[in-house]
């Protein structure tokens, strides 16, 4: 059952089109449009740089580039759980109205949130091109990385689609909880900074090492660490196929549950 | 309308004994069942116009969501023989931001249109619309009239296998509801839609459709030729109490 619900072919045309609609849909929502996907991870970054860097003194080298690797990499999971949470309780009127395999909705945010990601990407590169950093070969591990983040991402994703329909403050309690995990992730600070008893257990979060990983490629000149990304693809694919079924199981109730 | 002549086809949509229940909360952890459909069996044939009668409150816009596949039956069996059942809505998914043109994509793919069928049936979209130049303005500078015959054209022209229209909330404006209604009616005429018509205005229904069925308390109360059904319907009006009688007078 959950193969052939996870078959979206016939759905194509619909994802393609809905995600690039959702996409321009926000940019024109406000005055300076698309800046604003580049302009908030500036803001971000100057403000984490002046209290961390500045005021704090807990910078660490290149800490421009440092924080904008950070942010950008764990904003893509950050956003894009969020979206796919809300997708289909976000969209209860259209559920209502049309029958629709609800595996669409999330995999339609998930799209949304990597054009927002592709978008922001020219910022990403050329803030390592100011401080000097030069593509080498360990760049290529790049898309590697971004593979097992976006299937974390959807693991995370689905299952919390699936279940916000029926439990609405699950996405009150999942940004609370994606914004103490910026905070855990080593996104301002170096995971190595920490006491060693703790660290231990740093690197448990899986976006730790992401974002770890993303620094290695990008600033480190490193190749990052095969078994830990193998750990967290597997682990990934696991909670990807809870999520489809979960939501293979769920999808005709959906209707019913999100009536008013 | 069926051609008596003509071998008789299976039925398009078929429900027997169907029933739909919602889970009613009474407090943070009971829940009562609560049954909108309790036993509903009916078939519609392509080509059909089915009316569907009944008061306020006894299940027809539930029955629209399920013949919609928006909602599973939980007991009882629907069988369905179409490709495409559409329920005609003012706006479906529409995205306020983007223009008029770029929600007839969004809306036509919502009803399982390809970008080709839709793009071939663009300008009929429009024309049928009478959103003319406004067509390439954000949706958010509509009126609601101009929102509601954006959804209607979209659901009309995309000529779904059934067409589901609830009267209530799927008919937008007076003046354009008389072009939704001919536009109906000619496809009903031309055997070229089958469409089940919910409402409890029973002229409506009488002037539109050609088979009704009489639902009553989630049960069919009658299934037949228009004109018995609603002739019963209304003789029942007239004999129940007063709130009963104030629902089909209405409108």
């Known amino acids: ?260 | 309308m069926s051609d008596p002549e003509a071998p008789a086809a299976p039925p398009i949509l078929s429900l027997r004994n169907v029933g739909v229940s919602y889970w009613r909360r009474r407090g943070l952890l009971s829940r009562r069942r609560h049954w909108a459909l309790h036993n509903v069996s009916f078939d519609l044939h392509r080509g059909d116009c089915l009316g569907v009668v009944g008061r306020n409150g006894v299940g027809k816009s539930t029955l629209l969501r399920l013949l919609a596949g928006v909602m599973l039956p939980d007991k009882g069996t629907l069988v369905r023989r179409a490709n495409r059942v559409t329920l005609l809505t003012l706006r479906l998914g529409f995205l306020e931001y983007l223009s008029g043109r770029e929600n007839i994509v969004l809306g036509g793919l919502f009803l399982g249109l390809s970008r080709r069928e839709i793009e071939a049936r663009a300008q009929s979209i429009i024309d049928f619309s009478e959103l003319a130049e406004a067509i390439d303005e954000p949706v958010v500078t509509y009126s609601s009239g101009m929102k509601a015959r954006l959804g209607l054209a979209v659901a009309l022209q995309a000529e779904p296998d059934v067409l589901l229209v609830d009267e209530v909330t799927g008919v937008g404006d007076r003046q354009f509801r008389k072009k939704s209604f001919a536009a109906m009616r000619e496809r009903i005429r031309a055997r070229s839609s089958t469409v089940v018509f919910v409402s409890h205005n029973a002229s409506h229904v009488r002037r539109l459709c050609n088979r009704a069925v009489w639902i009553e308390g989630g049960v069919t109360r009658m299934e037949g030729e228009v004109g018995e059904v609603v002739d019963a319907y209304e003789a029942w009006v007239d004999e129940s109490p007063k709130p009963a009688a104030r629902d089909v007078r209405a409108a």
């Not at chain 1, 990499?73 to 209860?92: H, K, P, Q, T």
């Not at chain 1, 990385?145 to 439990?167: D, I, K, N, R, S």
Request: hydrophobic content about 55%.
């Open chain 1, 1 to 260: 059952m959950t193969a052939g619900y996870a078959n979206l072919l016939p759905y194509r045309q619909l994802i393609l089109y809905k995600a690039w609609c959702d996409f321009r849909a926000e940019a024109e929502r406000t005055l300076l449009g698309p800046l604003w996907w580049i302009l908030d991870p500036l803001i971000s970054m100057a403000i984490y740089y002046l209290v961390f860097g500045v005021f704090l003194k807990r910078g660490t080298e290149d800490f421009v580039p440092f924080l904008i690797v950070g942010i950008l990499g764990y904003r893509l999971f950050e956003g894009s759980v969020r979206r796919m949470g809300n997708s289909i309780y976000g969209a209860r009127s259209l559920c209502d109205q049309v029958a629709l395999r609800k595996l669409v909705l999330p995999v339609t945010s998930l799209l949304t949130s990597l054009y927002e990601f592709a978008f922001k990407l020219p910022l990403l590169f050329g803030v390592l091109a100011l401080w000097g950093f030069r593509a080498d070969v360990h760049y290529a591990a790049l898309p590697a990385v971004l593979a097992v983040e976006v299937l974390l991402t959807c693991a995370v994703g689905l299952v919390l689609a699936a279940l916000v329909p029926f439990v609405p403050d699950l996405a009150n309690a999942a940004t609370y909880a994606l914004r103490v995990g910026f905070f855990l992730s080593g996104v301002m600070y170096s995971g190595e900074s920490l006491p060693a008893g703790v660290q231990r257990w740093f690197w448990l979060n899986p976006m730790s090492q992401l974002v770890h990983a993303q620094r290695q490629a990008l600033m480190y000149g490193q190749w990052p660490e095969a078994p830990v990304l193998v750990w967290i693809a597997a682990a990934s694919a696991l909670g990807l196929l809870l999520g489809i079924w979960l939501l293979a199981r769920c999808d005709g109730l959906y209707a019913k549950r999100m009536m008013r």
